[in-house]
Nanobody, 127 residues
């Protein structure tokens, strides 16, 4: 059974930082592209960043690149999201996701490209 477990969410003031983790079991982590998404109530799930299976390629929307950094440690079956200079608009539930392949050419990272999802971790940024 595939399990993705997010941790590291919480409440922080604007300008603060958080580091999210996603620990994966039940699949060959080193063969899977991974992604972070976020969602607020009533809104579509939004890509934050994604990373290829070996960790050498990443993709993020322009709006996320400056403050969010995705990384992974294949020896620990864990992916990370470093979030800096957080804003109230970053308040959301953050989800990690795993794909069945290592990457896409050209890069995609749409929600439908990921087969497995975690339960989410809440991030709340106060002004």
């Amino acid at each position: 059974q595939v399990r993705l477990v997010e941790s590291g969410g919480g409440a922080v003031e604007a300008g603060g930082s958080l580091r999210l983790s996603c620990t994966v079991s039940g699949l060959t982590f080193r063969d899977s592209a991974m992604g972070w998404f976020r969602q607020t109530q009533g809104q579509a799930r939004e890509l934050v960043a994604c990373i290829n299976s070996r960790g050498g390629l990443t993709y993020a929307p322009d709006s996320m690149k400056d403050r969010f950094t995705i990384s992974r440690d294949n020896s620990r079956n864990t992916m990370y999201l470093q979030m800096n200079l957080l804003k109230p608009d970053d308040t959301a539930t953050y989800y990690c996701a795993a794909a069945r392949i290592g990457w896409w050419y050209p890069v995609q990272c749409d929600p439908e490209d990921f087969a497995y999802w975690g339960q989410g971790t809440q991030v709340t940024v106060s002004s």
